[in-house]
T-cell receptor, first 111, second 117 residues
Framework: GQQLNQSPQSMFIQEGEDVSMNCTSS?????WLWYKQDPGEGPVLLIA?????ELTSNGRLTAQFGITRKDSFLNISASIPSDVGIYFC???????????FGTGTRLKVLA | GAVVSQHPSWVICKSGTSVKIECRSL??????MFWYRQFPKQSLMLMAT?????????EQGVEKDKFLINHASLTLSTLTVTSAHPEDSSFYIC?????????????FGQGTRLTVV
């Protein structure tokens, strides 16, 4: 079945640094969503991407829909302590609205 | 807009009892809602799709008789964990998509942590 693999699995960064993470799949997706999940909370939508090659920003966050439709990238600029959490990519199974989630990237920011 | 609310946020129950979790779309209608389960340090796994006015569809390996889903209105879906056992302890999260919306974003509730003792 369709799977989404995220890398890195986890990362420690210094406050103020930029962060990059990606999400890849062996199959094509027509939509990519990026979520952040804080401990004990549900995921919160950060950015939605709908077109191959699309680059979308939300504050310090920028995400891109890969032109092959098999990958997506999320960048966080000038990280701050509240950026700590788990970042998930998600995409709908082909022909459905059923979202599957990536393996997640756990971000820890050192002040 | 697009707020999804779950209740309760956490629940502890005795083994063998049943627990009901509610998922409500507060400011939009959702003919379809989704239920996920998340074990510690793992990703979200789709359990079932809840369809308003019809039967839910379950993912492979998910017991429909154990996880009863009812979607009686356009704003409410419920998940009942029947005869709960300690291995059912998990974080259960629902999501909903805006019916008729042009885009396909899914919005999530805050989750329900179930502990079966």
């Amino acid at each position: 079945g369709q799977q989404l693999n995220q890398s890195p699995q986890s990362m420690f960064i210094q406050e103020g640094e930029d962060v990059s993470m990606n999400c890849t799949s062996s199959s094509i997706f027509n939509t990519w969503l990026w979520y952040k999940q804080d401990p004990g909370e549900g995921p919160v939508l950060l950015i939605a991407l709908y077109k191959a090659g699309e680059l979308t920003s939300n504050g310090r966050l920028t995400a891109q829909f890969g032109i092959t439709r098999k990958d997506s990238f999320l960048n966080i600029s000038a990280s701050i302590p509240s950026d700590v959490g788990i970042y998930f990519c998600a995409g709908p199974r082909t022909g459905t609205y059923k979202y599957i989630f990536g393996t997640g990237t756990r971000l820890k920011v050192l002040a | 807009g697009a707020v999804v609310s779950q209740h309760p946020s956490w629940v502890i129950c005795k083994s063998g009892t049943s627990v009901k979790i509610e998922c409500r779309s507060l400011d939009f209608q959702a003919t379809t809602m989704f239920w996920y389960r998340q074990f510690p340090k793992q990703s979200l796994m789709l359990m079932a799709t809840s369809n308003e006015g019809s039967k839910a569809t379950y993912e492979q390996g998910v017991e429909k008789d154990k996880f009863l889903i009812n979607h009686a209105s356009l704003t409410l879906s419920t998940l009942t964990v029947t005869s709960a056992h300690p291995e059912d302890s998990s974080f259960y999260i629902c999501s909903a998509r805006v019916t008729g919306g042009a885009n396909t974003e899914a919005f999530f509730g805050q989750g329900t942590r179930l502990t079966v003792v």
